[in-house]
């Protein structure tokens, strides 16, 4: 069997796994620092690249790489780059592909500290920013300007469940000669395929979907080229944000079952968002699976799946959210999405809190706003949840 051309869920199990001498059905975890060299002169090769052997973890690692190699199949890509966390690979993003003067056109409701970095401390660097709704395709165009190096898309984005149009992203960007990078997080590889899309750089945030666990807390950078896997490889390796082996080992084994937790997931999500969208206190809700989603058929077309995120709102606004988050049993209240239990969140107070209260007005982070990721637990018992919650607001 050619597993490079296997189905999606057989690469889950299969695909960059290593043959080890003991033929071990699972990536062993090799928890080293460093690799012993044979000689002086394989050492020699090794740095100078004419050896393709392991040196130092920070560099690589067999277990990382094991992930690595995964990652980049299952999203088309050139080669991977796993990191500590999805903050460093935003951040190893922007120091790879900026530089002082250069300038980014961004989507306006990312996650929240992924723009605060931007606006808060890399424009010390002299990086310049504009954020705008990229919903809006035109606006992009008049956005970007003769500095403009990256075109930054989170789709659907955090936590406002906008989907923005990759394929016309693609073909702005690569008119104007610039790069086009999307945050992947709230879809994973199996709901959409963003390098397909015309996309030159992809990264998550591993902690959600892809660990799926709440147990760890990773990144990955996926390149759609050789020259621009190298330039984030090398700044990767120079920040020292590399991921840990054991870490590493943590999310191939989420990773496995990413397929059918995220058809769980996002099965139950259309039942909660059916249940939500009628219940008399809510006012709004947006879930890429309903027709009142604004973007729906755009979703339906960049997207295999509707995921599992949902925002809403409350005819009683935000001391109805409040009331609503102190009265849920099941649902965890807490930040982070994408694993197996369900959680709730306030965005305007918790995520997005350090952005300004104009820029979040902006972009569309109302104070209302209740954010609630779905997990895969009987929808029954979430609804119920919900239910008796709702009946307090
Ligand atoms: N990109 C997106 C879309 C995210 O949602 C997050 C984290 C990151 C990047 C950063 O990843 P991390 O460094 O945490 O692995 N999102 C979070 C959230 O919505 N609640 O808590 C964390």
């Not at 690595?68 to 120091?95: D, H, K, P, R």
């Not at 165009?141 to 500095?147: T, V, Y």
């Not at 902006?362 to 104070?367: E, L, M, P, R, S």
Request: aromatic fraction near 8%; hydrophobic fraction near 40%; charged fraction near 20%.
């Amino acid at each position: 069997m050619n597993k490079e051309n296997s189905g999606f869920s057989t690469k889950l199990i299969h695909a960059g796994e290593i043959q080890d001498q003991f033929g071990s059905a699972t990536v062993p975890i090799y928890q080293t620092s460093t690799f012993s060299f044979k000689s002086a002169e394989e050492g020699a090769k090794c740095f100078a690249g004419e050896s393709d052997g392991y040196i130092y973890t920070r560099i690589g690692n067999p277990t990382i790489n094991a992930l690595e190699e995964q990652i980049a199949i299952l999203e088309n890509g050139y080669g991977a780059i796993a990191v500590s966390s999805g903050m460093a690979a935003a951040t190893t993003i922007y120091l790879s592909l900026l530089s002082s003067g250069d300038h980014i056109v961004s989507t306006d409701a990312i996650y929240g500290p992924a723009r605060g970095v931007m606006e808060k401390q890399f424009v010390r660097f002299g990086f310049q920013s504009t954020y705008i709704n990229t919903t809006d395709v035109e606006a992009i165009e008049k956005a970007i300007r003769p500095n403009t190096k990256v075109l930054y898309i989170e789709t659907p984005a955090n936590p406002t469940m906008d989907i923005t149009d990759l394929k016309a992203c693609a073909e702005i960007a690569h008119k104007h000669k610039i790069l086009l990078v999307v945050d992947n997080t709230f879809c994973s590889p199996y709901l959409q395929n963003p390098l397909d899309l015309g996309a030159d750089v992809v990264f998550h945030s591993m902690t959600k979907f892809i660990n799926g666990h709440a147990d760890i807390v990773a990144g990955i950078i996926i390149t759609k080229e050789k020259n621009l896997y190298h330039q984030l490889r090398t700044m990767m390796i120079n920040m020292g944000c590399n991921m840990d082996p054991h870490q590493a080992y943590m999310v191939l084994r989420g990773l496995k079952t990413l397929a059918i937790r995220i058809d769980r997931a996002q099965e139950n999500a259309m039942k909660v968002a059916e249940f939500l969208e009628k219940h008399p206190k809510v006012a709004w809700l947006k879930y890429p699976g309903l027709k009142s989603h604004p973007q729906y058929e755009l979703g339906k077309k960049q997207m295999k799946g509707d995921g599992s995120m949902i925002s809403f709102g409350l005819k009683s606004g935000y001391e109805g959210a409040k009331t609503l988050m102190n009265h849920v049993h099941l649902a965890l209240l807490a930040v982070s999405l994408g694993g197996v239990e369900t959680l709730i969140q306030h965005p305007a107070s918790m995520t997005h809190s350090k952005v300004s209260k104009e820029d979040k007005q902006k972009a569309g982070i109302t104070d209302d706003l209740i954010r609630f990721a779905v997990g895969i637990e009987d929808v029954n018992d979430i609804i119920e949840d919900l239910k008796q919650g709702l009946e307090k607001c």
